[in-house]
């Protein structure tokens, strides 16, 4: 199963990257710089699949005490930040020629680095705590309290009316080959962060169980 799924990730990706290289065409105001739009919105969506996981995992472990949903929560706190950087770096660098500046304190932006924060410290406390118990209640308050930004980095447009821009009406807005070129690298990217939180979450289970070495990583 997962064998597939990379392939078709694989696949979905090849064409999402030419089609922001040579099909979609460059924005008539922001020229060729508006390309790594496709990225960041695709990044963004996929941290907010990550940080989802983290959260669900972690409220699913106070409430079950289940060890799969502490590692579903280790999963995608990881996967998550992994792509919450990409996006905290892909927006300075969109914004710099547009906005002129490589950083403003915009609600929407500000929260995603308040986010990031978070989970960063989620990871922290994975490391810092031996006590296995106390490690798996503490880090799932932190998550929770993570996963309660999401909604406030989601609304932040609406809510403040910060300088960064709303994607509502984007359809109507772009021509075919962009709307085309934004949702098959949407897909390429999440379909990437789901195999990778599958994978991390089998590593963790193998870990938890302490067969990983024994048995090797799944593949099927």
Same mark, same amino acid.
């Given at each position: 199963?997962?064998?597939?799924?990379?392939?078709?990730?694989?696949?979905?990706?090849?064409?999402?990257?030419?089609?922001?290289?040579?099909?979609?065409?460059?924005?008539?105001?922001?020229?060729?710089?508006?390309?790594?739009?496709?990225?960041?919105?695709?990044?963004?969506?996929?941290?907010?699949?990550?940080?989802?996981?983290?959260?669900?995992?972690?409220?699913?472990?106070?409430?079950?005490?289940?060890?799969?949903?502490?590692?579903?929560?280790?999963?995608?706190?990881?996967?998550?930040?992994?792509?919450?950087? %990409?996006? @905290?770096? #892909?927006?300075? =660098?969109?914004? !710099?020629?547009?906005?002129?500046?490589?950083?403003?304190?915009?609600?929407? &932006?500000?929260?995603?680095?308040?986010?990031?924060?978070?989970?960063?410290?989620?990871?922290?406390?994975?490391?810092?705590?031996?006590?296995?118990?106390?490690?798996?209640?503490?880090?799932?308050?932190?998550?929770?309290?993570?996963?309660?930004?999401?909604?406030?980095?989601?609304?932040?447009?609406?809510?403040?009316?910060?300088?960064?821009?709303?994607?509502?009406?984007?359809?109507?807005?772009?021509?075919?080959?962009?709307?085309?070129?934004?949702?098959?690298?949407?897909?390429?990217? %999440?379909? @990437?962060? #789901?195999?990778? =939180?599958?994978? !991390?979450?089998?590593?963790?289970?193998?870990?938890?169980?302490?067969?990983? &070495?024994?048995?090797?990583?799944?593949?099927?």
């Amino acid at each position: 199963m997962i064998r597939l799924w990379t392939f078709g990730v694989v696949i979905v990706a090849m064409a999402s990257g030419y089609c922001i290289l040579y099909v979609a065409p460059p924005e008539a105001m922001q020229g060729y710089v508006q390309k790594i739009f496709y990225i960041h919105i695709s990044s963004a969506l996929s941290m907010y699949v990550g940080f989802l996981s983290a959260g669900v995992g972690s409220l699913l472990y106070l409430l079950r005490r289940a060890e799969w949903a502490d590692a579903l929560a280790v999963a995608g706190a990881e996967v998550g930040v992994v792509f919450c950087t %990409i996006v @905290l770096t #892909t927006g300075p =660098i969109w914004a !710099r020629p547009i906005w002129g500046v490589w950083w403003t304190w915009d609600p929407r &932006l500000t929260s995603t680095l308040f986010c990031w924060l978070i989970f960063v410290s989620y990871i922290l406390v994975r490391h810092a705590l031996e006590n296995p118990e106390r490690r798996r209640l503490v880090s799932a308050a932190v998550a929770i309290i993570g996963l309660l930004d999401i909604p406030i980095i989601h609304f932040a447009v609406k809510l403040w009316r910060g300088a960064h821009p709303s994607v509502k009406g984007t359809k109507d807005a772009m021509p075919m080959e962009m709307y085309t070129t934004l949702y098959l690298t949407m897909t390429a990217v %999440i379909g @990437l962060a #789901t195999l990778l =939180i599958r994978l !991390r979450y089998l590593i963790e289970r193998r870990r938890e169980t302490g067969n990983f &070495l024994q048995e090797g990583m799944p593949y099927a």
